[in-house]
């Protein structure tokens, strides 16, 4: 089976901190995506890489970074957490050309206060 | 641009009868379908797609879910629910003539089942 891990469940940060949520998968996908999940609104995509070294942006990049330095690590990045990013953080990854769907790792609830 | 909506927050069913619960999509190409199921304080998990050939796709835990092109919808059904299907549920498309899009994913429905 996939397994797609993340580094924290529950993280409780400062405002202004940077914050690193880690995401490692053990399939050798290509594709890796980080979303960020707010009710009623589904899941946004924020970023996503597909080779190592890649990265795109998606819907809402806007405060956040990647890093894909190794092709099972995509790591999200938030330079200086802000409160309006307190949210339910998902890691993704999936094959090249994905017709398998994605596979999910458990997220972590990142609250800044 | 492709869109999906969910038109229901949440959908209420008694333990064995019927569960629907509504999608309807929009791309440009040709559509990849598919739903995801979310436990409490759980990652999404794959339940079915629909990329091609038999419009009525099985997937897991007994779900099914029929793509009706005409009315761009891809609602997902199930016989007879069960207390443990009680669970959030997402509809994603990715429009399959576009390389570079991604996946889009609908509000989400909250699906109870009583006892």
């Known amino acids: 089976d996939v397994k797609v891990t993340q580094s924290s469940r529950y993280l409780v940060k400062r405002t202004g901190e940077k914050v690193f949520l880690e995401c490692v998968q053990d399939?050798?996908?290509?594709?890796m995506f980080w979303y960020r999940q707010d009710p009623g609104l589904g899941l946004r995509l924020i970023y996503f890489?597909?080779?190592?070294?890649?990265?795109e942006k998606g819907d809402i990049p806007e405060g956040y970074s990647v890093s894909r330095e190794k092709k099972e690590r995509f790591s999200l990045i938030l330079e200086s957490a802000s409160t309006n990013q307190t949210s339910m953080y998902l890691c993704?990854?999936?094959?090249?050309?994905?017709?398998?769907?994605?596979?999910f790792g458990p997220g972590t609830r990142l609250t800044v206060l | 641009a492709q869109s999906v909506a969910q038109p229901e927050d949440q959908v209420n069913v008694a333990e064995g009868n019927p569960l629907t619960v509504k999608c309807t999509y929009s791309?440009?190409?040709?559509?990849?379908l598919f739903w995801y199921v979310q436990y409490p304080n759980r990652g999404l998990q794959f339940l079915l797609k629909?990329?091609?050939?038999?419009?009525l796709v099985k997937g897991s835990y007994g779900f099914e879910a029929e793509f009706n092109k005409s009315q761009t919808s891809f609602h997902l059904k199930k016989p007879s629910a069960l207390v443990s299907d009680s669970a959030l549920y997402f509809c994603?498309?990715?429009?399959?003539?576009?390389?570079?899009?991604?996946?889009?994913f609908g509000g989400g429905t909250r699906l109870m089942v009583k006892p």
């Open positions: 993704a990854s999936s094959l090249s050309p994905w017709r398998e769907g994605q596979f």
């Open positions: 399939m050798d996908h290509e594709n």
């Open positions: 890489s597909y080779d190592v070294k890649m990265k």
């Open positions: 791309v440009s190409g040709n559509p990849y």
């Open positions: 629909y990329i091609t050939g038999d419009n």
């Open positions: 994603a498309v990715r429009d399959g003539g576009n390389a570079g899009n991604m996946l889009t």
